[in-house]
């Protein structure tokens, strides 16, 4: 096969495959793993009004990082499969 013909099918495919990562569904972060987070905090300050904002502001940058990493994971494990599969072909 050509060479170029095969780099361009190549990428292809990475952009779809990068494409299905980014806007698949994640698995929800587990409520007990918040809730343990929580555990480091003092009640007192997990509990006060005016903190509110920022244990919100915590949950959600905590929430994205856990996303963020598992779509990390999900490509690299699929970008493993497929590099498996290709050793295959050969």
Excluded at 11 to 17: A, E, G, H, P, R
Excluded at 45 to 50: F, P, T
Aim: hydrophobic share 35%; charged share 25%.
């Amino acid at each position: 096969m050509n060479y170029c013909v095969l780099n361009f099918v190549l990428q292809l495919n990475y952009q779809f495959m990068k494409k299905c990562v980014q806007d698949g569904p994640v698995t929800p972060m587990a409520d007990d793993w918040w809730d343990t987070i929580l555990t480091m905090i003092p009640a007192k300050l997990v509990l006060s009004a005016a903190l509110q904002p920022h244990i919100k502001e915590l949950y959600d940058e905590v929430k994205g990082e856990y996303e963020a990493s598992i779509r990390k994971a999900m490509g690299e494990r699929k970008n493993k499969n497929t590099n498996k599969n290709k050793n295959k072909n050969k």
